[in-house]
């Protein structure tokens, strides 16, 4: 026998399917080792696609009997494939006569496979567990090992594009990685385990694609030259502009050349609103082997300063129009006006060679032009300031892998797919703006219609109605304008329209599907996930051949964590691990997790517990994988041994006040010391309150008396950030004032 057995499959048809596999597939594995050598194993793994069996299959050490659904017998196909494999099969009217034949091959020894999700994901993500995996371990009473199969989502044999088969094959072999897991006894594996297993080890899978290593500007070069004559950016700052793949790529490589003999910082800061300059500066900077820093211009002259100080920044590339509109920008003096720089490298003429490279030659060559090495990593590829909201601005260092992994996340959830017009109004220096609407399309090849601020509605409305964009993202503070300001049959082109940054309130998601029939997808990031962590999506299509609806999104809920991230929840004070559905502070792991914050080892140290970041959030995750934000440490205050939580006690004061959310925040709830009982609760609103009418009003909607606040200060108004958020820095100081 020219190579030991690994199926049940007839020796024929085996040597077929393997040759077959080697040709379409590159399976990788990592556990192996720990696999038993014999007795009976119950293998799970996530489902993915209907060639997950064939990937496993390749990956295992032993020949895999696996579990699958009996309807699917009706294709005269698949009925061949069952019978030629030994597939033990189940089906919904009568699942214990297939759960029995599945114990009976455990104890004679054999490996099966079976997909607790009970059927194939068509988001992309983790399902929810059935219950079943339980109910065979103990039965079988044999170890049960978990694995994670990445790379297969997006293949033709997924639901990826929502449709199976109907899409264009992949033209190259399919890197697969599976990872499997250690053994554990079958008391162990409950459906919780096989979550956080599950999860674990998705995040192994993920971090070994080979994409990630890469560098961010090669991959960004090589998709605007793949495709020159498409429209990558339409910028509307002042008229409207057309710039095409080919073009972008062409000025960013003549700055590039001149930028890398000029500038002799690594970092080089960028002051530019949304639009083709900020695509243009970011590209060549990187292409330039430096670091991009957009810096928030919105930010107070001081925290800017300290940005500037702690990136090491002398040079920032802008505009003359933007120095006017924020005077009190601390500008260094070397401060280049990109018109003129391009100017200065050559102008038109400069740009044509490199448009006929871009039109003429393969785009891995466009690359190599510009001296772009293949790998990137975890070198710094963007250095971002957090918004220092609650405290002084922090550096926030993201790698190529980050970005890359992040971008590959997103789309692996085929819900910004390259043909989506997406409406890019957030400012870059907002980490959303930074890689969802400028890095990712550079990558993907979506095209972007710009607006130079989140606050201009009316020009938002009028860029999505006369592009026909069909994606739009932003804060709640961005999208609640729209409801009054916009027409639904201006924005009837809209597909999606996601909302991250902070919470999404239950009237505005309400309000926005009575009137645009369209809802909100809520989103949740940090800066330090570079910054995507957990999105909802649109629910997927019912398959006729199961008839079970799968659920994409959940209302109150930030969504599905990404693929490849994996979590931990703590107690907020013990820090003892707790179940993933219990409320504790949240913790994230996967590649698209910054490394630590420039310059700062202590507080890089404090954001991070045993290799693991801690978003400072409470939140929980369902049965089904939704991760419910609570609210931010910060927003709690620990007054007689408990917690108190603002948002809910903010919540409180509107419905009793029967005030309707605002287009920017009138209640504001914090906490400042308190001797006698550690803190005391100050609320800033802009409405006159008197004190003992709020205490009435909120004892008639039931709340403790420990959450009433004891100061009201009335303000002209909540101060905000240029991100959509609140300044809770400067909350506190008028609490405390």
């Given at each position: 026998?020219?190579?030991?057995?690994?199926?049940?499959?007839?020796?024929?048809?085996?040597?077929?399917?393997?040759?077959?596999?080697?040709?379409?597939?590159?399976?990788?594995?990592?556990?192996?080792?720990?696999?038993?050598?014999?007795?009976?194993?119950?293998?799970?793994?996530?489902?993915?696609?209907?060639?997950?069996?064939?990937?496993?299959?390749?990956?295992?050490?032993?020949?895999?009997?696996?579990?699958?659904?009996?309807?699917?017998?009706?294709?005269?196909?698949?009925?061949?494939?069952?019978?030629?494999?030994?597939?033990?099969?189940?089906?919904?009217?009568?699942?214990?006569?297939?759960?029995?034949?599945?114990?009976?091959?455990?104890?004679?020894?054999?490996?099966?496979?079976?997909?607790?999700?009970?059927?194939?994901?068509?988001?992309?993500?983790?399902?929810?567990?059935?219950?079943?995996?339980?109910?065979?371990?103990?039965?079988?009473?044999?170890?049960?090992?978990?694995?994670?199969?990445?790379?297969?989502?997006?293949?033709?044999?997924?639901?990826?594009?929502?449709?199976?088969?109907?899409?264009?094959?992949?033209?190259?072999?399919?890197?697969?990685?599976?990872?499997?897991?250690?053994?554990?006894?079958?008391?162990?594996?409950?459906?919780?385990?096989?979550?956080?297993?599950?999860?674990?080890?998705?995040?192994?899978?993920?971090?070994?694609?080979?994409?990630?290593?890469?560098?961010?500007?090669?991959?960004?070069?090589?998709?605007?030259?793949?495709?020159?004559?498409?429209?990558?950016?339409?910028?509307?700052?002042?008229?409207?502009?057309?710039?095409?793949?080919?073009?972008?790529?062409?000025?960013?490589?003549?700055?590039?050349?001149?930028?890398?003999?000029?500038?002799?910082?690594?970092?080089?800061?960028?002051?530019?609103?949304?639009?083709?300059?900020?695509?243009i500066a970011n590209l060549a900077i990187l292409c330039s082997g430096k670091v991009p820093v957009n810096?928030?211009?919105?930010?107070?002259?001081?925290?800017?300063?300290?940005?500037?100080?702690?990136?090491?920044?002398?040079?920032?590339?802008?505009?003359?129009?933007?120095?006017?509109?924020?005077?009190?920008?601390?500008?260094?003096?070397?401060?280049?006006?990109?018109?003129?720089?391009?100017?200065?490298?050559?102008?038109?003429?400069?740009?044509?060679?490199?448009?006929?490279?871009?039109?003429?030659?393969?785009?891995?060559?466009?690359?190599?032009?510009?001296?772009?090495?293949?790998?990137?990593?975890?070198?710094?590829?963007?250095?971002?300031?957090?918004?220092?909201?609650?405290?002084?601005?922090?550096?926030?260092?993201?790698?190529?892998?980050?970005?890359?992994?992040?971008?590959?996340?997103?789309?692996?959830?085929?819900?910004?797919?390259?043909?989506?017009?997406?409406?890019?109004?957030?400012?870059?220096?907002?980490?959303?703006?930074?890689?969802?609407?400028?890095?990712?399309?550079?990558?993907?090849?979506?095209?972007?219609?710009?607006?130079?601020?989140?606050?201009?509605?009316?020009?938002?409305?009028?860029?999505?109605?006369?592009?026909?964009?069909?994606?739009?993202?932003?804060?709640?503070?961005?999208?609640?304008?729209?409801?009054?300001?916009?027409?639904?049959?201006?924005?009837?082109?809209?597909?999606?329209?996601?909302?991250?940054?902070?919470?999404?309130?239950?009237?505005?998601?309400?309000?926005?599907?009575?009137?645009?029939?369209?809802?909100?997808?809520?989103?949740?990031?940090?800066?330090?996930?570079?910054?995507?962590?957990?999105?909802?999506?649109?629910?997927?299509?019912?398959?006729?051949?199961?008839?079970?609806?799968?659920?994409?999104?959940?209302?109150?809920?930030?969504?599905?964590?990404?693929?490849?991230?994996?979590?931990?929840?703590?107690?907020?004070?013990?820090?003892?691990?707790?179940?993933?559905?219990?409320?504790?502070?949240?913790?994230?792991?996967?590649?698209?997790?910054?490394?630590?914050?420039?310059?700062?080892?202590?507080?890089?140290?404090?954001?991070?517990?045993?290799?693991?970041?801690?978003?400072?959030?409470?939140?929980?995750?369902?049965?089904?994988?939704?991760?419910?934000?609570?609210?931010?440490?910060?927003?709690?205050?620990?007054?007689?041994?408990?917690?108190?939580?603002?948002?809910?006690?903010?919540?409180?004061?509107?419905?009793?006040?029967?005030?309707?959310?605002?287009?920017?925040?009138?209640?504001?709830?914090?906490?400042?010391?308190?001797?006698?009982?550690?803190?005391?609760?100050?609320?800033?609103?802009?409405?006159?309150?008197?004190?003992?009418?709020?205490?009435?009003?909120?004892?008639?909607?039931?709340?403790?008396?420990?959450?009433?606040?004891?100061?009201?200060?009335?303000?002209?108004?909540?101060?905000?950030?240029?991100?959509?958020?609140?300044?809770?820095?400067?909350?506190?100081?008028?609490?405390?004032?």
């Open positions: 026998m020219p190579f030991p057995r690994r199926s049940y499959l007839p020796l024929y048809l085996e040597t077929i399917a393997r040759l077959v596999a080697a040709v379409l597939y590159r399976v990788r594995s990592s556990g192996t080792e720990w696999f038993p050598r014999t007795g009976g194993v119950l293998l799970i793994a996530n489902h993915i696609s209907y060639v997950d069996v064939v990937a496993l299959q390749i990956a295992c050490p032993r020949p895999l009997r696996f579990v699958g659904y009996q309807g699917l017998r009706r294709n005269p196909f698949f009925d061949w494939c069952f019978k030629q494999s030994g597939c033990i099969a189940v089906s919904s009217p009568s699942p214990l006569e297939g759960l029995r034949a599945a114990v009976r091959a455990l104890q004679a020894g054999e490996v099966v496979l079976i997909f607790p999700e009970g059927h194939i994901s068509r988001t992309g993500q983790l399902m929810a567990m059935k219950r079943g995996l339980e109910l065979i371990a103990r039965q079988a009473n044999v170890p049960v090992v978990a694995a994670a199969t990445d790379g297969l989502w997006g293949s033709i044999f997924s639901f990826a594009g929502n449709r199976c088969l109907w899409k264009s094959p992949r033209l190259k072999p399919t890197a697969v990685f599976i990872a499997f897991g250690r053994p554990v006894p079958p008391a162990q594996a409950t459906v919780e385990w096989a979550r956080r297993e599950l999860l674990d080890l998705g995040r192994v899978a993920f971090d070994a694609r080979p994409v990630l290593r890469r560098h961010l500007g090669r991959e960004a070069v090589r998709m605007l030259t793949r495709h020159p004559w498409r429209i990558a950016v339409v910028d509307r700052t002042a008229g409207r502009r057309v710039i095409k793949a080919g073009q972008l790529y062409a000025v960013a490589a003549i700055l590039a050349r001149r930028w890398r003999q000029t500038i002799p910082e690594t970092r080089v800061g960028i002051v530019l609103p949304p639009g083709a300059g900020a695509f810096l928030n211009f919105t930010s107070s002259r001081e925290a800017i300063a300290a940005s500037l100080r702690l990136g090491g920044i002398g040079t920032v590339v802008s505009a003359p129009a933007m120095r006017e509109k924020v005077p009190n920008f601390p500008w260094p003096e070397r401060t280049l006006d990109l018109a003129a720089e391009i100017q200065t490298a050559g102008g038109k003429r400069a740009l044509l060679p490199w448009l006929a490279a871009a039109w003429l030659l393969p785009n891995q060559w466009c690359a190599s032009l510009l001296g772009l090495p293949h790998l990137g990593d975890r070198a710094e590829a963007g250095l971002l300031f957090t918004s220092g909201s609650s405290d002084e601005p922090k550096g926030v260092a993201l790698s190529h892998r980050n970005l890359l992994a992040n971008c590959a996340q997103i789309s692996s959830l085929s819900i910004l797919p390259e043909y989506a017009s997406m409406l890019g109004c957030l400012p870059v220096f907002h980490s959303f703006g930074f890689t969802v609407t400028l890095w990712y399309p550079l990558l993907r090849g979506c095209r972007v219609v710009t607006v130079p601020s989140p606050l201009d509605t009316r020009k938002i409305v009028d860029a999505i109605h006369e592009e026909q964009a069909t994606v739009l993202i932003g804060a709640p503070t961005f999208l609640r304008p729209l409801i009054k300001k916009a027409r639904p049959a201006e924005l009837r082109s809209l597909d999606l329209v996601v909302s991250g940054a902070e919470r999404l309130t239950e009237d505005l998601s309400r309000a926005f599907l009575e009137t645009f029939h369209l809802p909100i997808m809520q989103g949740y990031g940090l800066t330090e996930t570079s910054p995507a962590a957990n999105i909802n999506q649109p629910h997927p299509p019912i398959v006729m051949a199961t008839n079970e609806p799968q659920v994409g999104h959940r209302p109150g809920a930030a969504g599905r964590m990404m693929p490849g991230m994996t979590a931990r929840i703590l107690h907020p004070e013990t820090g003892e691990e707790l179940p993933l559905t219990e409320t504790g502070i949240v913790l994230f792991q996967g590649a698209n997790v910054f490394a630590g914050y420039l310059n700062d080892a202590d507080k890089t140290q404090a954001a991070f517990r045993n290799g693991w970041f801690v978003t400072g959030d409470l939140g929980r995750f369902d049965d089904e994988g939704f991760l419910v934000i609570e609210g931010r440490l910060s927003r709690f205050s620990k007054i007689g041994a408990e917690m108190v939580p603002h948002v809910i006690i903010e919540q409180k004061i509107l419905a009793s006040f029967g005030w309707e959310a605002a287009e920017t925040p009138i209640v504001f709830v914090t906490g400042i010391p308190d001797p006698a009982k550690g803190e005391a609760l100050v609320l800033l609103t802009t409405q006159d309150v008197q004190l003992d009418e709020l205490r009435s009003r909120l004892a008639t909607a039931g709340v403790p008396n420990l959450w009433v606040p004891r100061i009201i200060r009335q303000v002209p108004q909540i101060p905000m950030l240029g991100s959509g958020k609140i300044d809770l820095k400067r909350c506190r100081e008028l609490a405390l004032a």
